[in-house]
């Protein structure tokens, strides 16, 4: 926490209109949107974009979401939204919003919960917690492959699980309501041992979810011996 | 104006003008947003020391907090992450109490409050005195929730949330404005919602 702050991060860009270049399914509730950004700027692995919708009397709402694509890919973001069923945000990204449309977007945004691509990575992510560290995933798949990662993430049940043909040897998966076949956990919440498995020495410990899993985890970190400090958070506020 | 074809809105504000452009009613809803770990604040040990460009700085224990006047916000808060929460309200006391007790030099022109995890932010001194800061213990009329910030921590209710910094430890006065942890990293020096100073530059 009283860490300074590493290189400054370039202003956050001006609001701008995204077009919709591809739509991916992840699980019944969560999609991918593809979006071709004509003022697209390199974001770090970890921040996000604001999204702004506008109603013909002038009403606006916007809503944060992370960035799941890596930095690698110029000229496009990808921003994987989950449909909140009382959200006013995401359901018209789900319901509304189809290839060649535009919706209107600022960023990137946030400097705290980033990776600048050099140290070890150690993840921890609940649902769709997974999208920013996802982000990070990618880009050192493309850029920085020799750097170490693991990731733990936590999902209701195989059919909730999000880019789930790219999760591999880094990821080890905690089913918490009901688990695959092949599975030989039981199903249940993210407990000690299962921090404990996939700990290591790395540089700071990212942990996004919602406020509840964000705060579990982060104590099993603390008690596996990583220090606070060590530790950024990202909770998943209310969106929608 | 642009349209989002297709977009009506589900949660418009009641009365026209009540909530901040771009602000969302949360409801009875009061969202935990905090970047590092909920610490451990013990009452017994907790002090809040008020320094820097001052002629007397001075700290406080929590019995001597206690005995200070009493002071309360009722009205409203506004997260930079859109939304706003009505009709709340907080009771603890006035940052003038503190100030006036310390006598801020003419040349404190900032602030700086910092939490008990190291967090800091800034706040032009205009923005914590002539009642407009508190240092506040209670939530509608319980204990404040350690996730809120608890057991003590300052708002700055008319500037977004983040600059109402939970598990308050000091207040240092300043002649010169140092941006804090969320403002070395983008986000507004001054976060006025009525001006949706969000981030740098806006």
Known sequence: ?240 | MRVSRGFTGRRRGGEPGRLPPGQYDVGSDWPVLTAELTPRVDLDSWTITVNGRVAQPRTWTWPEVRALPASRYDGDIHCVTTWSKLDTSFAGLSVDTLLDAVRPTPEATFAVATSATGYTTNLPIEDVTGGKAWIVWEHEGRPLPIEHGGPVRMIVPHLYFWKSAKWIESITLLDHDEPGFWEVRGYHDRGDPWREQRYQGD
């Open chain 1, 1 to 240: 926490m009283t860490e300074p702050a590493a290189a400054p991060l370039p202003p956050v860009g001006p609001w701008q209109w995204g077009r919709v270049e591809r739509v991916r399914v992840e699980n019944p509730h969560v999609r991918t949107l593809r979006l071709v950004l004509p003022e697209w700027t390199p974001h770090l692995p970890g921040q996000h974009y604001v999204v702004r919708l506008t109603a013909d009397d002038g009403y606006t709402a916007s809503r944060s979401y992370s960035v799941g694509s890596p930095p690698d890919d110029a000229g496009v973001i990808e921003l994987t939204v989950d449909r909140l069923p009382d959200g006013e945000v995401s359901p018209y990204l789900h319901d509304e919003l189809t290839v060649g449309d535009e919706v209107e977007l600022r960023g990137p945004v946030g400097g705290y919960f980033v990776w600048r691509g050099e140290a070890p990575l150690l993840l921890v992510a609940g649902g769709s917690g997974v999208v920013p560290v996802m982000a990070m995933l990618r880009h050192r798949r493309l850029a920085r492959p020799e750097v170490p990662a693991r990731l733990l993430f936590s999902v209701r049940s195989p059919q909730e699980l999000i880019y789930a043909d790219e999760l591999g040897d880094e990821t080890t998966i905690v089913y918490t309501r009901r688990t695959s076949d092949s599975s030989a956990r039981r199903a249940g919440r993210v407990g000690e041992a299962d921090v404990a498995a996939v700990a290591f020495d790395a540089g700071p410990a990212y942990v996004c979810g919602s406020s509840g899993f964000v705060e579990t985890a982060a104590m099993l970190l603390v008690d596996s011996g990583y220090g606070p400090e060590r530790i950024l958070l990202e909770r998943y506020g209310p969106t929608g």
